[in-house]
Nanobody
Framework: VQLQAYGGGWVQAGGSLRLSCAGSGRRLSRYDVGWFRQAPGKEREPVSGISWSSGRIYYADTVKGRFTISRSNTKNTVYLQMNNLTPEDTAVYFC??????????????????WGNGTQVTVSS
C-alpha cells in the first residue's frame, strides 16, 4: 500500500487543520493506520491510530480531546482533525500503515508502510 499525507499548513494557535492520509494500491481496510509527528530536534512520537478491522482507536495524552481520527472506506482515506492547536503541535506529521494486529497502535516500529510527511506550523 502507498500512503500520501496532505493537509498541513500554517495556522495560529487555537486554529484547526485536517490532515488526510490517502491510500493507494490496496484498501486501507486491511490495515491499522497511525499518525506520528516529529518536531525539529525531537524523536518521532505517536499521535493517534485506528484499527480498521476492530475500530480500536489510540490518542496520545497530549492530543486527547483536541484531535479526532476517522476513516472513509469510500475514499480509502484516514483523517486527523486537529482542533485548538498550540505551538507545541508544530511538527512534520506522517501517516503509516501495518497489517492489523493486537499490538499497541502507538509503536512506530510496528508499521511497515510510511507516507510522506506534511508540515504543520502553529504560531503563537
Amino acid at each position: 500500500v502507498q500512503l500520501q499525507a496532505y493537509g498541513g499548513g500554517w495556522v495560529q494557535a487555537g486554529g484547526s487543520l485536517r490532515l488526510s492520509c490517502a491510500g493507494s494500491g490496496r484498501r486501507l481496510s486491511r490495515y491499522d493506520v497511525g499518525w506520528f509527528r516529529q518536531a525539529p530536534g525531537k524523536e518521532r512520537e505517536p499521535v493517534s491510530g485506528i484499527s480498521w478491522s476492530s475500530g480500536r482507536i489510540y490518542y496520545a495524552d497530549t492530543v486527547k480531546g483536541r484531535f479526532t481520527i476517522s476513516r472513509s472506506n469510500t475514499k480509502n482515506t484516514v483523517y486527523l482533525q486537529m482542533n485548538n492547536l498550540t505551538p507545541e503541535d508544530t511538527a512534520v506529521y506522517f501517516c503509516a500503515a501495518r497489517g492489523s494486529t493486537v499490538a499497541a497502535l502507538s509503536l512506530p516500529d510496528m508499521y511497515s508502510y510510511w507516507g510522506n510527511g506534511t508540515q504543520v506550523t502553529v504560531s503563537s
